[in-house]
């Protein structure tokens, strides 16, 4: 309970006894196998423990109902080993980690999950896996210092929490910040949690410099219902709506950007009355207001 690993890289992850906590996000052995990604350009990735009660050690035949049926013979003999094993009597979370397929010789050429050996200090001789490529856990805390490690304060995941206690009213969040403030890692964490308890959630793009799930120059709305775990390029998607402004930041086309703005939420509105939304606005802070003015005339409360 309560530990975490931190890495850079990118793996495929399986829970096969109890739960882990990514980006906010809750994954379980019902979730299935799910894409981790942590360039080397970003704060490292915490893989969290986050089940709740201690399964007691157990059997691989206890838990072998919650097991995935295509993870092989070969990973239920490890988990029935590790059981077995006094040392591990307290455990209550197991995880399977595995190597992403290479899709072509060209993908090796540029990598941003490759870590430079000379700054990476995991020592494979103390159990860090060597044998995952382009997956580089830290092996203490002075590494993930160094690297920096992506979190919400107590403050910022009180907010969450509060905001998420209140999931049945469909609430609507507009995020807005400085530049370099953390309002994007704030808006994803929010995503996630949302997502832990509605199936989807609505998310209206306002930044249009720096768009989560479509290309530069649009407001959009996107209707997520899968978990965002990487940054921007790892989770494009098509919108449900979207109005091209031809610019990167809304200082010269302030009209046009507000009707795009009032004509996609109008759309969320009018479609997905029971959905959640999250407007992700941009670091320019004299729009701030401009945005509460909009929306405060179409009601938005």
């Known amino acids: 309970p309560n530990e975490s690993l931190c890495y850079h890289g990118r793996v495929l992850l399986t829970v096969l006894l109890g739960t882990i906590k990514l980006y906010g996000y809750k994954v379980e052995t019902r979730s299935g196998r799910v894409s981790l990604f942590s360039p080397n350009s970003y704060p490292s990735v915490a893989i969290e423990n986050a089940t709740e009660q201690s399964n007691g050690g157990g059997s691989v035949k206890e838990i072998g109902r919650s097991l995935p049926q295509n993870i092989g ?12 094993n006094p040392k591990y009597s307290e455990i209550n979370c197991i995880c399977l980690l595995q190597e992403f397929p290479r899709m072509d010789d060209y993908s090796r050429f540029v990598s941003v999950y490759r870590v430079d050996p000379f700054e990476y200090q995991g020592n494979i001789q103390k159990g860090t896996p060597d044998n995952i490529a382009e997956f580089y856990p830290f092996t203490n805390e002075e590494e993930v210092m160094r690297n920096g490690k ?23 969040v507009l995020v807005s910040g400085p530049v370099n403030s953390g309002k994007s ?14 199936k989807s959630v609505g998310w209206l793009e306002c930044d249009i410099g720096q768009c989560e799930f479509v290309g530069s120059g649009q407001v959009s709305l996107n209707i997520v219902t899968e978990p965002i775990l990487g940054p921007p390029f790892t989770h494009l998607q098509h919108p449900e709506r979207a109005y091209f ?6 200082e010269q086309i302030s009209g046009l950007y507000l009707q795009a703005i009032r004509a996609t939420y109008t759309h969320f509105r009018d479609t997905f009355k029971s959905t959640p939304l999250i407007i992700n606005t941009n670091g320019w802070i004299t729009c701030t207001f401009l945005f509460l003015l909009s929306f405060s005339k179409m009601g938005l409360p």
């Open 185 to 198: 890692t704030f808006a994803r964490f929010l995503l996630n949690s949302f997502l832990n308890k509605s």
């Open 73 to 84: 013979e070969d990973i239920q003999r490890v988990v029935s080993k590790t059981c077995a």
């Open 245 to 250: 402004v031809g610019t990167v930041t809304p």
């Open 150 to 172: 992506m979190c919400l304060s107590s403050d910022w995941e009180n907010a969450v929490k509060k905001m998420c206690d209140e999931i049945h009213n469909s609430p609507v």
